[in-house]
C-alpha cells in the first residue's frame, strides 16, 4: 500500500482556523458499517447513537506552551518547538534555523535563560535549558502555545483555553488531542445521565504528529515515538464493559494507538512507555468499537490509521461527502464518528 493511495482534494477554505464559539457545536458525520448510507448530524447527539453501559476513552494529555524563540551566538534567528520535555530541564525539540548549530553552542532566549545544544538526533536537538527554577513550570509563564502549521495566524488569548480539552491534566503534549476538544461539561454530563461511562488514557502527542510520510511504500514509514500510559484501572473498566455486552469508543487516534500498543494478542493489560506503532491498512483494530475522530490531513498516519478501521474506499468517500457538505477541517473543524460491526 502506498501513500499515494491516501490523498484526496481539499479546499483551503475548509482548513479551520478559529474555533467554534462553543465546543459541541461542531457537525458530526456519522459513518456506520457496511454501506449503510452516511448521517450528517452534531457532535450535540452522539449520546443518540451509543447505549447505557457504554464506556468512552478520553486522552487526558495537557499541552504545554511548547514554543519559544531566541538567537545563536552568531545573531541568526532561531525558532524552539520543544517536542519532549526530558530530566534536569533538558528537552528534545526541533529547531527553525538558517543553519543548524553545533554542540555546544547556546542560544539566547527572548523569555530570559539560555539553552544549550548537546547533540542532534535526525531532525530533532537536545538542548539544555539554564533557566529559573523547573523547565516545566517556566514554560507556563515564557512559552507559547505551538499551534499546528495549518492554522496560518498566531495564538490568541482564546487559544490557550480552546486548544485544550476540558479534561487535560496531565502535562506534557505539545499538540491537542483533538477529537476531545469538542467536548465541553454540558455535552459530558449530558452522556454520563444516559449511562455512559468514561475513561482515560494518556498519550503525550509529539511534534512529530506534523511531519509528513516520506516514503511512498507504506512498509518503508519509520513512526515517530510517543508516551504513553495505560493504567489499570482503565483496564478494569474495558474488561467490565465488554464481560456487560458494552462497547468501547475511543475518542481520538491517541486513545486508539494507545491501546493497541497495551494489548497483546487482543487482550488490554496495563502499560507505560514509549510507543511507535504504524496502524494503517492491513492492520486489524481490535481494542475498540467506535472512533470519534477529527478530519486529517492528505497521506498523514492519521488518515491511514482511521482507513484500517473503517476501510480506506469507504473513509475516502466520507471524506468526498464532508467537502461537499462544507465540513470544517483538521484541529478546530468537525468530527466523525466511525461506528464499528458492533454498532449494526
Do not use: C
Request: glycine fraction near 10%; aromatic fraction near 8%.
Amino acid at each position: 500500500m502506498k501513500k499515494s493511495d491516501f490523498s484526496y482534494h481539499l479546499p483551503p477554505e475548509l482548513i479551520a482556523q478559529e474555533p467554534l464559539p462553543e465546543r459541541s457545536a461542531s457537525r458530526m458525520l456519522v459513518v456506520p458499517p457496511g454501506e449503510a448510507a452516511l448521517v450528517d448530524a452534531r457532535i450535540r447527539a452522539l449520546g443518540d447513537w451509543l447505549r447505557p453501559g457504554d464506556l468512552m476513552v478520553f486522552n487526558d494529555t495537557r499541552v504545554i506552551p511548547a514554543r519559544l524563540f531566541g538567537q545563536k551566538e552568531t545573531g541568526g534567528r532561531v525558532e524552539i518547538l520543544i517536542e519532549r520535555l526530558l530530566p534536569d530541564n533538558r528537552a528534545r525539540a526541533q529547531l527553525g534555523v538558517s543553519k543548524p548549530p553545533r554542540p555546544g553552542s547556546r542560544i539566547a532566549l527572548d523569555a530570559g535563560g539560555e539553552a544549550v545544544v548537546l547533540d542532534r538526533d535526525g531532525g530533532f536537538y537536545h538542548l539544555q535549558f539554564e533557566v529559573p527554577g523547573a523547565l516545566e513550570a517556566w514554560l507556563l509563564e515564557a512559552g507559547r502555545l505551538p499551534l499546528p502549521p495549518y492554522i496560518r495566524r498566531e495564538p490568541g488569548r482564546d487559544d490557550a483555553e480552546r486548544y485544550q480539552t476540558v479534561f487535560a491534566r496531565e502535562v506534557g503534549a505539545v499538540a491537542a488531542p483533538t477529537a476531545g476538544l469538542h467536548f465541553d461539561d454540558a455535552l459530558l454530563a449530558d452522556l454520563r445521565a444516559r449511562g455512559i461511562e468514561s475513561g482515560h488514557v494518556t498519550l503525550h502527542v509529539g511534534a512529530g504528529t506534523f511531519q509528513p510520510v516520506r516514503a511512498d511504500d507504506l512498509h518503508q514509514h519509520a513512526m515517530h515515538s510517543e508516551w504513553i500510559n495505560v493504567g489499570a484501572q482503565l483496564v478494569a473498566q474495558v474488561r467490565r464493559t465488554r464481560a456487560a455486552g458494552g462497547r468501547v469508543i475511543a475518542v481520538g487516534t491517541t486513545v486508539v494507538r494507545a491501546l493497541e500498543s497495551a494489548s497483546v494478542d487482543g487482550e488490554l493489560h496495563p502499560h507505560s512507555g514509549e510507543t511507535s506503532i504504524f496502524i494503517f491498512p492491513g492492520y486489524r483494530i481490535r481494542s475498540v468499537d467506535a472512533l470519534l475522530t477529527n478530519f486529517h490531513l492528505p497521506e498523514s498516519t492519521l488518515l491511514m490509521l482511521v482507513s484500517a478501521f473503517a476501510g480506506r474506499e469507504r473513509i475516502l468517500a466520507a471524506y468526498a461527502h464532508a467537502v461537499r457538505e462544507r465540513y470544517r477541517f483538521f484541529s478546530y473543524g468537525d468530527a466523525m464518528l466511525l461506528l464499528g460491526d458492533r454498532f449494526g
